[in-house]
């Protein structure tokens, strides 16, 4: 099935082999001292376990060809998923803390970004995340940075630790951001509650919400969320993974469908959470008993919240229905 990819971290792609190959080529020393023991550390209790991984794991990028290869390595990987237009979050403040610059990740990327277009004509945006445990004086420097490479990134976004850093601590860069252009999303009700959810909406001005989960624990939320046709990014092995669901078969992902919402499946951060895309299509629908509609109607939905422009919306719902019709 042709898809979109639209909640994928591309540091979250970062398989063990390549974490260790380049600890290796850049002289990083790391807590792991061989693949499987970078494995046997993927036992996450809660979001916060598995955060304090991901950043260990991002220690080995520092040129810009490592950003290009592990970029270029999720798009040649989900390419043959069929995967034909990807919407990537990246979180530089987990670079540039490290003496990283800005423009070595930005470069990096968009190098491998421009070689799956040329090489499988796959379409992407980048999505500029705040790291939402740091102060938003700090988002305010990331921002300044993306103002400069505005033809680079498309939206921003906030990730990392969601308990305890609600939407309202952004609402001043996030002000900015949309007055500089910039288009926004934001994680919420993964773990935080459904408040951040509408404060997301209300305060941040958000067009999709990444994840959402939590927003079923309040109907009024998600009478509003339907009626104003807010899409949300949902990512099942991660869910599972981070134990914000306590099993794939009590999932709310069918409830989300019946409800009427527009919800799309992602991978976030695949290589940490067990599988790419089609894995968590897999998945899903087998712990779920997700019949042929549903899964065209996810499917479908990966389009129709896409940024994609609206000519090329039109273009890939339309393809997307030919294929649908075949099927
Ligand atoms: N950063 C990478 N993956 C994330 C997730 N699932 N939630 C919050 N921050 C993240
Ligand atoms: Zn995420």
Known sequence: MPKAELHLHIEGTLEPEMMMALAKRNDVALPYDSVDSVRAAYRFGS???????????MSVLLKRQDFFDLAFAYLERVAAQNVTHAEIFFDP???????????????????????????????SRLIMCFLRHLPEEQAFDT???????????FAIGLDSSEKGHPPSKFVRVFA?????????????????????????LDLLGVRRIDHGNRAMEDP???????????????????????????????????????????????SDDPSYF???????????QEALGLNRAEIATLGRNSFLASFLPDADKAAALARFDAFQGKW
Not at 179 to 199: M, W
Not at 223 to 248: F, G, H, M, W, Y
């Open 143 to 153: 921002l300044a940075q993306a103002c400069r490479c505005k033809e680079h990134i």
């Open 47 to 57: 979001l916060q376990d598995f955060l304090d991984l991901y950043y260990i794991g």
């Open 274 to 284: 067990g599988g790419y895309l089609n894995a968590n299509f897999v998945a899903i």
């Open 176 to 200: 900015e951001a949309a007055r500089q252009g910039f288009v926004a999303v934001a994680h919420a009700g993964e773990e935080g509650p459904p408040a951040y959810v509408r404060d997301a």
């Open 93 to 123: 403040q987990g670079h540039t803390e490290r003496g990283v610059s800005f423009d070595t990740v930005l470069s990096g990327l968009t190098d491998a970004l421009d070689k799956a277009r040329r090489e499988f004509g796959m379409t």
């Open 220 to 266: 009024a939320l998600v009478a509003r969320i339907v009626r104003e046709k807010i899409p949300l990014t949902v990512c099942p092995l991660s869910n599972q993974a981070l134990k914000a669901c306590p099993d794939l078969t009590v999932h709310p992902l069918k409830r989300m469908l019946a409800a009427g919402m527009v919800v799309t499946v992602n």
